[in-house]
């Protein structure tokens, strides 16, 4: 050992040890180097396949050229930086030379892109990092009047580091002054609790020490997750929802985590979330959960703290939605409590009880309204539900069958199905449902990306239920529910009653896998893209994509205000027509065109639908105003916007309660139920429609078709 160590000191040696070492720092340096290679070859493959599949298989492919190139341009920049903060109007320019080279990357040219901007981008993040740290670092002025726009779709780039320092300055004194102006006003309310009481100065540090946390985190999490990898998922989700806003692209690990969340087994909330700009979001309420039976919670509402029932509330600032998660799920039966941010501005407090989300609770369900001397049975459908896994299996059309038996039993005159906030589902549900309500007949047509239309028709004669019939929707009733209103109002077999127009999702989605399988549940090495490749048309004719379908009776909603339709999607598909479908309208023994106009009529001189209308077109403008930073100012402001929503809030209540049972058959769900927290669950719900302004007002049209005097109408075709 020893002679060992002399020879390694001698010239020899040495030479030796440097061969050694530059041997090993070779094949580290060519290991390193094939799987960088090997990276950007897998990167590219997925690019070059994704690019493929959209411009062969989707239903209405955009020309992937340099037109398309400069939209996927401008929308990737705009994804990373979506206020304008992070990049210089310079840096823009030095990333133009790639604005019309995208086109050739996703057709197999080296990827160049992406790696360009992120070299920028980690520049300017260290930049914004320096920069909001010392900006916070001094208190606020809010005696000065300026002004901010939150949500500024039309701001440009940033000329000047100068200019970028100003609008980063009002972004995080806007976000100051939110949180203390809402210290200010705890204070107000806890004047007599002299231990509670701050000095201003201190609560303006304490939001500033806030916003500084959320801050730190949200950029600490770019740093350590938003990683090359994400980074060039993005990417590819830029270039899919360009072709259409339900295209979308699902990486493994998020192809992953979406199916453990679509399985319900885990104890939460009910809602599916998303992160954008740093928020978490809502993005969808599963139907049945928590969160649905709150009547709270909707797309697009932020989710700003949580709290383990009475504990100190986080704020979740910079967490992204795995980390988010974590804190809304827990122990079932235990409390969490939610910050909410409305899409109007206004926050509140939501306490939740975690639950198991339930799947019989998503089911049909029925109750009688007693109104006058008349018995009108009213249904919820929340999904058009199919379990095609198992033999026994719940399907909404037998459930839905179900329902009206008991309802015939009970006598009633006429029927209310509720399809508000129905995201759709089984188109096969669907037929079967409208074919009981009309018979023999078309229901749906469905046409390809070569324009082949197809008819599908339900070819049982009998009907199930042959008596009056109003269909609630409203702005989130999309897709399977779109398809059944719409068959409904071409028969002319029921009313349709609601909102302005439903959401105007008439595309037709289906999963396509990329690379090998990696394992039996169907995830393979690259993911999953999820591609529109049908579209849905009217019997009539017309589609249901982007316009929806337009109530026959239309009231003023507190929610038409909102831009959450599919119209409101600039890369939504467009609306067309095809042909009819040949079909006969209902035997109805009414003037239905008279009927309607008065209906209509009474709408327009109805006293409470008016304030509504008035108050959310108000909140309409409104939303996208300028929001002031001073105080004074700011508080105003927010006082007229609290005021608005809570008057809209009052209106939609009845002040006095439906007359509502519920049937013999269904006594035991709600009153005796071995599950007492069910029980009580559907207690709530029911004590919950009964003050519902809007289904009081549709039974009140049920009432007035019975009511209606009788006339023999012609049959159309």
């Given at each position: 050992?020893?002679?060992?160590?002399?020879?390694?000191?001698?010239?020899?040696?040495?030479?030796?040890?440097?061969?050694?070492?530059?041997?090993?720092?070779?094949?580290?340096?060519?290991?390193?180097?094939?799987?960088?290679?090997?990276?950007?070859?897998?990167?590219?493959?997925?690019?070059?396949?994704?690019?493929?599949?959209?411009?062969?298989?989707?239903?209405?492919?955009?020309?992937?050229?340099?037109?398309?190139?400069?939209?996927?341009?401008?929308?990737?920049?705009?994804?990373?930086?979506?206020?304008?903060?992070?990049?210089?109007?310079?840096?823009?320019?030095?990333?133009?030379?790639?604005?019309?080279?995208?086109?050739?990357?996703?057709?197999?040219?080296?990827?160049?892109?992406?790696?360009?901007?992120?070299?920028?981008?980690?520049?300017?993040?260290?930049?914004?990092?320096?920069?909001?740290?010392?900006?916070?670092?001094?208190?606020?002025?809010?005696s000065v009047n300026e002004s901010i726009l939150p949500e500024d779709d039309k701001a440009e780039y940033t000329v000047s580091a100068k200019e970028r320092l100003d609008r980063i300055r009002k972004k995080l004194?806007?976000?100051?002054?939110?949180?203390?102006?809402?210290?200010?006003?705890?204070?107000?309310?806890?004047?007599?609790?002299?231990?509670?009481?701050?000095?201003?100065?201190?609560?303006?540090?304490?939001?500033?020490?806030?916003?500084?946390?959320?801050?730190?985190?949200?950029?600490?999490?770019?740093?350590?997750?938003?990683?090359?990898?994400?980074?060039?998922?993005?990417?590819?989700?830029?270039?899919?929802?360009?072709?259409?806003?339900?295209?979308?692209?699902?990486?493994?690990?998020?192809?992953?985590?979406?199916?453990?969340?679509?399985?319900?087994?885990?104890?939460?909330?009910?809602?599916?979330?998303?992160?954008?700009?740093?928020?978490?979001?809502?993005?969808?309420?599963?139907?049945?959960?928590?969160?649905?039976?709150?009547?709270?919670?909707?797309?697009?509402?932020?989710?700003?703290?949580?709290?383990?029932?009475?504990?100190?509330?986080?704020?979740?600032?910079?967490?992204?939605?795995?980390?988010?998660?974590?804190?809304?799920?827990?122990?079932?039966?235990?409390?969490?409590?939610?910050?909410?941010?409305?899409?109007?501005?206004?926050?509140?407090?939501?306490?939740?009880?975690?639950?198991?989300?339930?799947?019989?609770?998503?089911?049909?369900?029925?109750?009688?309204?007693?109104?006058?001397?008349?018995?009108?049975?009213?249904?919820?459908?929340?999904?058009?539900?199919?379990?095609?896994?198992?033999?026994?299996?719940?399907?909404?059309?037998?459930?839905?069958?179900?329902?009206?038996?008991?309802?015939?039993?009970?006598?009633?005159?006429?029927?209310?199905?509720?399809?508000?906030?129905?995201?759709?589902?089984?188109?096969?549900?669907?037929?079967?449902?409208?074919?009981?309500?009309?018979?023999?007949?078309?229901?749906?047509?469905?046409?390809?990306?070569?324009?082949?239309?197809?008819?599908?028709?339900?070819?049982?004669?009998?009907?199930?239920?042959?008596?009056?019939?109003?269909?609630?929707?409203?702005?989130?009733?999309?897709?399977?529910?779109?398809?059944?209103?719409?068959?409904?109002?071409?028969?002319?077999?029921?009313?349709?009653?609601?909102?302005?127009?439903?959401?105007?999702?008439?595309?037709?989605?289906?999963?396509?896998?990329?690379?090998?399988?990696?394992?039996?549940?169907?995830?393979?090495?690259?993911?999953?893209?999820?591609?529109?490749?049908?579209?849905?048309?009217?019997?009539?004719?017309?589609?249901?994509?982007?316009?929806?379908?337009?109530?026959?009776?239309?009231?003023?909603?507190?929610?038409?205000?909102?831009?959450?339709?599919?119209?409101?999607?600039?890369?939504?598909?467009?609306?067309?027509?095809?042909?009819?479908?040949?079909?006969?309208?209902?035997?109805?023994?009414?003037?239905?065109?008279?009927?309607?106009?008065?209906?209509?009529?009474?709408?327009?001189?109805?006293?409470?639908?008016?304030?509504?209308?008035?108050?959310?077109?108000?909140?309409?403008?409104?939303?996208?105003?300028?929001?002031?930073?001073?105080?004074?100012?700011?508080?105003?402001?927010?006082?007229?916007?609290?005021?608005?929503?809570?008057?809209?809030?009052?209106?939609?209540?009845?002040?006095?309660?439906?007359?509502?049972?519920?049937?013999?058959?269904?006594?035991?769900?709600?009153?005796?139920?071995?599950?007492?927290?069910?029980?009580?669950?559907?207690?709530?719900?029911?004590?919950?429609?009964?003050?519902?302004?809007?289904?009081?007002?549709?039974?009140?049209?049920?009432?007035?078709?019975?009511?209606?005097?009788?006339?023999?109408?012609?049959?159309?075709?």
């Amino acid at each position: 050992m020893q002679k060992f160590l002399q020879f390694m000191k001698s010239t020899k040696g040495l030479i030796l040890m440097a061969i050694v070492l530059f041997g090993c720092l070779f094949f580290a340096f060519t290991r390193n180097g094939g799987n960088k290679e090997n990276y950007i070859n897998q990167k590219q493959k997925l690019l070059s396949e994704v690019g493929s599949l959209l411009e062969k298989q989707h239903y209405s492919p955009q020309i992937i050229n340099d037109a398309f190139s400069k939209k996927v341009f401008k929308k990737y920049l705009e994804e990373l930086d979506n206020d304008k903060t992070l990049f210089l109007q310079s840096d823009i320019n030095l990333l133009k030379k790639y604005e019309i080279l995208l086109d050739d990357e996703i057709h197999g040219a080296d990827i160049k892109f992406v790696p360009a901007v992120s070299l920028i981008y980690d520049q300017r993040v260290t930049e914004i990092i320096h920069i909001y740290k010392d900006i916070l670092s001094r208190p606020f002025d809010f005696s000065v009047n300026e002004s901010i726009l939150p949500e500024d779709d039309k701001a440009e780039y940033t000329v000047s580091a100068k200019e970028r320092l100003d609008r980063i300055r009002k972004k995080l004194k806007f976000k100051t002054l939110e949180l203390y102006s809402e210290m200010l006003s705890q204070k107000e309310k806890n004047k007599a609790d002299t231990s509670l009481q701050k000095p201003d100065s201190i609560l303006e540090k304490d939001a500033r020490n806030k916003v500084l946390k959320g801050m730190d985190r949200f950029y600490e999490r770019i740093k350590v997750k938003f990683t090359e990898d994400e980074r060039f998922n993005t990417y590819i989700n830029v270039i899919t929802n360009l072709m259409d806003p339900h295209t979308d692209y699902f990486p493994p690990v998020e192809k992953r985590a979406f199916d453990e969340m679509m399985s319900n087994r885990f104890y939460g909330i009910g809602a599916q979330l998303t992160e954008q700009d740093g928020q978490i979001k809502i993005a969808n309420v599963l139907s049945g959960g928590p969160a649905w039976k709150s009547g709270e919670l909707m797309a697009n509402d932020i989710i700003l703290k949580v709290a383990q029932g009475a504990e100190t509330p986080v704020d979740l600032a910079g967490y992204d939605v795995t980390d988010a998660v974590k804190l809304i799920r827990g122990t079932k039966g235990s409390e969490v409590r939610l910050t909410i941010k409305k899409q109007n501005g206004t926050i509140k407090v939501l306490t939740l009880i975690r639950d198991e989300i339930v799947q019989d609770e998503a089911l049909a369900r029925s109750v009688i309204i007693n109104k006058g001397n008349e018995k009108i049975g009213y249904i919820l459908l929340q999904d058009f539900y199919a379990d095609f896994e198992r033999a026994n299996g719940a399907h909404c059309s037998e459930d839905f069958a179900k329902e009206v038996e008991k309802l015939k039993s009970e006598n009633v005159k006429g029927i209310i199905l509720d399809l508000r906030f129905n995201g759709g589902g089984s188109l096969y549900e669907v037929v079967q449902m409208v074919g009981m309500l009309i018979g023999q007949g078309p229901v749906v047509q469905v046409r390809d990306k070569d324009g082949k239309s197809s008819v599908l028709s339900d070819r049982d004669n009998s009907v199930l239920y042959d008596g009056p019939l109003a269909v609630m929707v409203n702005e989130e009733s999309a897709s399977a529910s779109e398809i059944f209103a719409a068959a409904i109002q071409d028969y002319k077999r029921g009313i349709i009653v609601g909102s302005t127009s439903t959401y105007g999702k008439g595309t037709v989605q289906r999963n396509v896998p990329l690379g090998r399988p990696t394992d039996m549940s169907g995830n393979t090495e690259y993911g999953t893209v999820k591609l529109t490749f049908q579209k849905f048309y009217r019997i009539n004719g017309g589609a249901t994509q982007l316009k929806g379908v337009t109530p026959d009776i239309i009231y003023p909603d507190i929610y038409d205000y909102l831009k959450i339709r599919e119209k409101d999607n600039t890369s939504a598909l467009p609306w067309d027509e095809i042909a009819k479908s040949p079909y006969e309208s209902w035997h109805n023994n009414f003037d239905l065109a008279t009927f309607l106009k008065k209906e209509n009529d009474s709408v327009s001189s109805n006293v409470q639908f008016n304030l509504i209308k008035n108050n959310t077109e108000w909140l309409g403008k409104n939303m996208d105003a300028s929001i002031s930073l001073n105080l004074e100012k700011y508080k105003e402001q927010q006082k007229a916007l609290r005021s608005t929503v809570n008057q809209n809030s009052e209106l939609i209540k009845l002040k006095k309660e439906m007359d509502m049972e519920v049937m013999k058959f269904d006594k035991d769900k709600f009153f005796n139920n071995p599950d007492k927290s069910k029980s009580d669950r559907y207690q709530a719900w029911l004590k919950s429609i009964k003050s519902d302004m809007y289904i009081n007002f549709t039974a009140k049209i049920i009432s007035d078709i019975i009511a209606a005097p009788v006339q023999t109408q012609t049959t159309s075709k």
